[in-house]
């Protein structure tokens, strides 16, 4: 029989690697179906969030580096021109976002109980916090320093980067509201992990 602990971080593992395989499928959807143009609403971090509210926050941090992988080769190589800075920024951009929230639904207790729909909102506009201050970070210091040419074309697109992010956070912020305030939801979450 093995111990209980390694039954519950098998659990844990299943359940982060489900929620990072949700997150790049909405990724895929979101990048055909919520298509306009230049402009695609980018939902893969819903994975990342219900890893990190209710996993903590080392399973939002891999979460988020399992959801960062269909973007970062998206933006990267095959829609983006960002290269490899794309392909490994993304990824850890979104694990920062997913350690972070979990770091706060884990200090303010959140997976444990129900809690208000604003709340959540604002723990992931917060704990997005950190993964929008290194995306200032790729395009301000790694684009001009290793995509130098390119760096002139890539620079001036970081607001309406940070714009259509900071929407579609809030956009997700309000989706885990409801998620999170659902109690038969939560339930079924807790009780996987219980």
């Known amino acids: 029989m093995r111990p209980k602990s390694y039954h ?4 844990t593992l299943i359940f982060t690697a489900v929620m990072g395989s949700l997150g790049n499928s909405l990724f895929v959807l979101s990048q055909t179906v919520l298509n306009w143009g230049q402009v695609t609403l980018d939902l893969s ?8 509210i209710y996993g903590g926050p080392l399973a939002g941090l891999v979460a988020g580096l399992i959801v960062g992988v269909g973007p970062g080769l998206y ?44 709340l959540a ?13 290194f995306t200032i970070f790729i395009f301000k210091v790694l684009v001009a320093i290793f995509l130098p040419l390119a760096a002139p074309f890539l620079i ?3 607001v309406p980067i940070l714009i259509k992010a900071w929407i579609e956070i809030t956009i997700m912020g309000f989706f885990m509201g409801a998620l999170t305030g659902n109690t038969g939801f939560s339930n079924f979450i807790r009780q996987y992990f219980s």
């Open 75 to 118: 933006y990267g190589y095959l829609g983006g021109s960002l290269g490899l800075i794309g392909l490994l920024g993304l990824p850890i951009g979104k694990a920062l976002s997913g350690i972070s929230v979990g770091l706060l639904a884990k200090w303010l207790k959140i997976g444990n109980r129900r809690f208000s729909s604003l």
């Open 8 to 11: 519950a971080s098998l659990k």
């Open 121 to 133: 909102v604002l723990i992931i506009i917060i704990g997005y916090v950190p993964e929008c201050i």
């Open 45 to 52: 971090h819903v994975g990342t969030f219900i890893a990190a």
């Open 156 to 158: 001036p697109v970081l």
